[in-house]
């Protein structure tokens, strides 16, 4: 078991670039959630898949933002037109089916200067 | 509106003491609890858990307790060792599979 494994670990871009992140789950976990944690907060909901099928997006994913899972297995998360207020670490991870517990990607530090 | 709170944002206890960690919340209809522990430079790893049936749960040296009337959990750690210097998230949600509310984490150091 390898664990949920995210790319790149960190990025910096300038304001107005786009960014992609790639998250892969554990294998045997059908959910996959995205979150995004910045300084001095816990980590903040975005949008979770069941298998390909994204299930709920919170109000913080704005228009810029967009997720796929397009075989359900590994997902990404893009950022259009990237802004300042974008930098924060972005969250992966998945579970089991019927399990409350989520199992976390080690992230990616998105830094927009 | 912050659903989990965390109030304190930091704990110092000496090393072997009992380290007490606790978490609010306001959402009645949340029936599961987790507690994470997160390093620097990593994602938060999952600690332990209570459904809101139990009102306790143990594993090894960590004991969550729920008191489901008052809106508080807690996570106790005995004995506390230099390596559980990090910061603790309490997590909360709704239904199996559902989004995580997290809380805004407390900084626990451990002394030797």
């Known amino acids: 078991d390898t664990g949920v494994s995210q790319n790149p670990r960190h990025k910096i871009t300038k304001r107005g670039q786009n960014v992609t992140f790639r998250c892969d789950p554990i294998s045997e976990h059908n959910r996959l959630y995205w979150y995004r944690q910045t300084l001095g907060q816990g980590p903040e909901f975005l949008t979770y898949f069941q298998n390909e099928a994204q299930l709920e997006k919170s109000r913080l994913l704005s228009d810029r933002f967009s997720a796929e899972r397009p075989k359900g297995s590994f997902s990404t998360l893009e950022i259009q037109r990237t802004e300042q207020g974008d930098s924060a670490m972005y969250l992966c991870a998945s579970s089991y089916p019927g399990s409350y517990e989520q199992y976390f990607g080690p992230g990616t530090r998105l830094t927009v200067t | 509106d912050q659903q989990v709170k965390q109030n304190s944002p930091s704990l110092s206890v000496q090393e072997g003491r009992i380290s007490i960690l606790n978490c609010d919340y306001t959402?009645?209809?949340?029936?599961?609890f987790l507690w994470y522990k997160k390093y620097p430079a990593e994602g938060p790893t999952f600690l332990i858990s209570?459904?809101?049936?139990?009102d306790k749960n143990e594993d090894g040296r960590f004991t969550v307790f729920l008191n489901k009337s008052a809106k508080h959990l807690s996570l106790h750690i005995v004995p506390s060792q230099p390596g559980d210097s990090a910061v603790y998230f309490c997590?909360?949600?709704?239904?199996?599979?559902?989004?995580?509310?997290f809380g805004a984490g407390t900084i626990l150091r451990v002394k030797s």
């Open positions: 209570i459904s809101s049936i139990k």
């Open positions: 959402n009645s209809m949340f029936d599961y």
């Open positions: 997590a909360a949600g709704m239904e199996y599979g559902n989004k995580l509310v």
